[in-house]
């Protein structure tokens, strides 16, 4: 399994940004995807996950009203929609697959940089 993000990228307080990862060597309806992020000199937190088999969301709530996570079966893809970015968000952003008896999977990352 292999995962991929891309879309990150710098935007201004308040724009919209969005970044997908998609999953190749398996079937991502089998995995919990999750979106974490890792600040500079911070721990990597848990921002945004979607239920395997299920379109069941859970977010951080420091993003809940803000960011939109969706997976879309067809494309193997999972996509993290961003609105009213802060610089708080600023961040490398991460996908994770994870299912019960398989290892964990994670993507290399994308910056997201939220500044003026």
């Known amino acids: 399994v292999r995962l991929v993000e891309s879309g990150g990228g710098l935007v201004q307080p308040g724009g919209t940004l969005s970044i997908s990862c998609v999953l190749s060597?398996?079937?991502?309806?089998?995995?919990?995807m999750s979106w974490y992020r890792q600040a500079s000199g911070q721990e990597r937190e848990l921002v945004a996950e979607?239920?395997?088999?299920?379109?069941?969301?859970k977010y951080v709530e420091s993003v809940k009203g803000r960011f939109t996570i969706s997976r879309d079966d067809a494309k193997n893809t999972v996509y993290l929609q961003m609105n009213r970015l802060k610089p708080e968000d600023t961040a490398v952003y991460y996908c994770?697959?994870?299912?019960?008896?398989?290892?964990?999977?994670w993507g290399q990352g994308t910056q997201v940089t939220v500044s003026s």
């Open positions: 994770r697959a994870s299912r019960p008896g398989d290892p964990i999977y």
């Open positions: 060597g398996s079937t991502i309806r089998w995995y919990t």
């Open positions: 979607i239920y395997s088999y299920s379109t069941i969301t």
